[in-house]
């Protein structure tokens, strides 16, 4: 035996209760589960997890950290989140299989919609792959996360069609090479294909797999049926009677090819609760016929962010701001502020927003001298300087001369009661987290702490058992990934342990940790003690990443 | 049975509470959509978007989420100085302020 976790609650992913016994690893794998001998133990490494929950390694569904596994082998920070396997490639866009003469366009689309920036590529990737195959022997080098990679319809498009693939549907012919590429693709490592119903590329135009028609699909998913693979759907999430389209042709494209579908995102606003209900009703009565639709809805709560030198709609109901933001260029505004007749006009026009002022965040400055203050509410800085949130803001963005970035959290998704119940829905898989994308945004880590912290603890939503099972078994399941994804004799150790009473996502935050000098928002985790991956310790909160190369193609 | 929340943060609470810009036309020209609701919405993506509702002869009702530029070029092709002058406006508006958003990239 290699290690042995001792003394352990262990909730092992089925939703069973927790039951407190050791766990024993050997050659990666799981070998013993209960009270072991003396005998059995010599020699093995020592987990003391008395008082903590032993799990199996939390499965993040929908990520796009396709890039920075080209420079961190561990996808950070998803690791210390607890999530031992990732599923890159979502959306049509993966990063092979991909041409020499397209690289600089998938460079464009990343930027675009995941807001990597050029410099992370150009200073972070040494461009020696093609092919799929030649991208995951890349990626392999030095691995310390699972991946489950998808291929990106988009990228298979541009492969066969050139500049074409964003200019009309496909030949037969072309179908037919797309498929044997997608077969090669499969055979190579990817767990299935994604595609876009929505996203757009950075010339503003339909990203490649919208000008495909209805067969060039069908025909790509029989290929999935004959690999057992997935199909992943970005759809038109904002709108209800399209998502209730798509998930009828999923469901059909599911029953046809006896494939497994999943679309994402599905949000949960006060303005389509009802939408939502009817999407819920229709993924019903479609899993009821025997098709497999999963719609992914992520945890965390979106929040908006702004600063005055991009006009936000939140400043819609004050025409006199919004004009103002909209129509001056950065010293008109700086100007407008600093007149103090002008500044009084604007400020009295804001008055009846104070509660909002007063919530927002300072998340972000230009300055040292402000440097301290982020993280703070506008109330909180404003009492320290005796101002009210509004004058403070402004006073803040003149400091930093409209560099100054403010948070207003939790504005959409926000129902706790109601997402607790979406999430807890036995046809619902929690994902959708976006994980490595929005990097200039917003965090897209910490959605499994906040799973815990939010809607275990705070709302009892889901039990620990259960919001586990969701995270693990039921994903592994979904997506066809074996081995993992429950704690049992045989299965490969991907394991988390961690306290249920203080496992979370931490504060928001930006690291400058992007190649380029690049800069992302993160969040730290709480309550994670230990992960590991392949049964070799990947994290542990005393001594951080291992750097251990145990990652997998899964 | 999913019910929309009513109040949780000051903030929340005062953007959903804000005056319902929910006022029906008395009349809806035949073959046409009108305006009927407006409301800020917090776009995936981390930014404000707006989200209209038209509502067509037949009393059914489709709902438009629009980016700001989006918003800006309806609000000024609408002559709208604030979000309740929208409000009975022709659908027409949301068509050439999407296509004079798309040209303009």
């Given at each position: 035996m290699d290690l042995i976790i001792k003394n352990g609650t262990i909730a092992d992913g089925t939703g069973a209760p927790r039951f407190v016994a050791d766990i024993g690893i050997t050659n990666h794998r799981i070998s013993h589960i209960g009270e072991l001998t003396e005998g059995a133990q010599q020699g093995a490494e020592e987990i003391d997890a008395t008082g903590k929950i032993v799990s199996p390694g939390f499965i993040d569904p929908h990520t796009h950290f396709d890039a920075q596994l080209l420079w961190d082998g561990a996808a950070k920070p998803a690791i210390e989140h607890g999530v031992t396997t990732i599923v890159p490639g979502n959306c049509s866009l993966s990063l092979a299989p991909l041409k020499a003469e397209h690289r600089m366009k998938l460079v464009g689309m990343f930027n675009q919609i995941e807001e990597m920036p050029h410099k992370a590529f150009s200073e972070g990737v040494t461009w020696d792959w093609e092919t799929f195959d030649e991208y995951i022997t890349r990626i392999q080098r030095d691995l310390t996360i699972n991946v489950a990679p998808l291929a990106g319809h988009s990228l298979l498009r541009l492969w066969v069609m050139g500049n074409d693939a964003m200019a009309r549907v496909a030949t037969l012919e072309e179908i037919n090479a797309m498929c044997k590429l997608l077969e090669q693709c499969i055979i190579a490592g990817a767990t299935g294909l994604s595609t876009s119903f929505v996203d757009m590329d950075e010339r503003l135009q339909p990203v490649p797999s919208r000008y495909a028609c209805t067969e060039e699909l069908d025909a790509l998913c029989s290929v999935l049926g004959q690999h057992q693979k997935i199909l992943q759907v970005v759809h038109e999430f904002y709108d209800t009677d399209l998502t209730l389209a798509r998930v009828d042709q999923l469901a059909d494209l599911s029953l046809k090819h006896n494939i497994t579908t999943t679309l994402s995102p599905l949000f949960l606003n006060a303005d389509n609760a009802r939408g939502v209900e009817q999407i819920m009703a229709r993924v019903d009565e479609q899993m009821a016929r025997g098709a497999r639709v999963w719609p992914q809805v992520q945890t965390r709560p979106i929040d908006i962010s702004f600063c005055f030198e991009v006009p936000s709609l939140l400043f819609m109901r004050l025409p006199t701001w919004y004009a103002l933001m909209r129509f001056s260029n950065k010293e008109q505004i700086i100007s407008a502020f600093e007149d103090p007749e002008r500044r009084a006009a604007l400020v009295s026009e804001a008055q009846s927003m104070m509660p909002l002022w007063s919530a927002l965040v300072l998340r972000r400055v230009e300055t040292a001298d402000n440097l301290p203050l982020v993280g703070m509410t506008l109330e909180a800085i404003g009492a320290a300087r005796g101002k009210n949130a509004l004058e403070t803001m402004i006073d803040l963005s003149l400091e930093e001369r409209l560099g100054a970035h403010f948070l207003a959290a939790n504005m959409g998704h926000n129902d706790d009661h109601a997402v607790g119940e979406l999430l807890r829905h036995p046809n619902v898989m929690i994902g959708a987290s976006d994980g490595g994308a929005h990097i200039l945004s917003f965090s897209t880590y910490g959605d499994t702490g906040y799973l815990f912290s939010k809607?275990?603890?705070?709302?009892?939503?889901?039990?620990?058992?259960?919001?586990?099972?969701?995270?693990?078994?039921?994903?592994?399941?979904?997506?066809?990934?074996?081995?993992?994804?429950?704690?049992?004799?045989?299965?490969?150790?991907?394991?988390?342990?961690?306290?249920?009473?203080?496992?979370?996502?931490?504060e928001e935050h930006y690291v400058q940790d992007v190649p380029g000098d690049g800069y992302r928002y993160v969040r730290d985790a709480l309550g994670v003690d230990q992960v590991l991956i392949h049964g070799k310790l990947a994290f542990s909160q005393s001594d951080g990443y291992t750097d251990t190369p145990c990652g997998q193609i899964v | 049975m999913i019910n929309p929340q009513t109040q949780f943060c000051p903030a929340t609470s005062f953007l959903w509470n804000l005056p319902r810009l929910n006022l029906l036309p008395n009349k809806i020209n035949s073959m046409t959509a009108l305006i009927s609701h407006v409301h800020l919405n917090a776009a995936h993506e981390g930014i404000a978007e707006l989200i209209v509702t038209l509502t067509f002869e037949n009393g059914g009702q489709s709902q438009v989420p629009l980016d700001p530029n989006t918003s800006s070029i309806l609000m000024s092709r609408c002559q709208a100085s604030d979000l309740s002058e929208l409000i009975g406006q022709d659908w027409t508006h949301i068509r050439d302020a999407l296509t004079e958003s798309f040209n303009s990239n």
């Open positions: 809607f275990v603890r705070d709302c009892n939503a889901l039990s620990l058992e259960l919001a586990i099972k969701k995270i693990t078994a039921d994903t592994a399941n979904i997506w066809g990934i074996k081995e993992r994804g429950e704690i049992k004799v045989g299965n490969i150790a991907d394991i988390t342990i961690f306290d249920p009473a203080n496992i979370d996502r931490g | -």
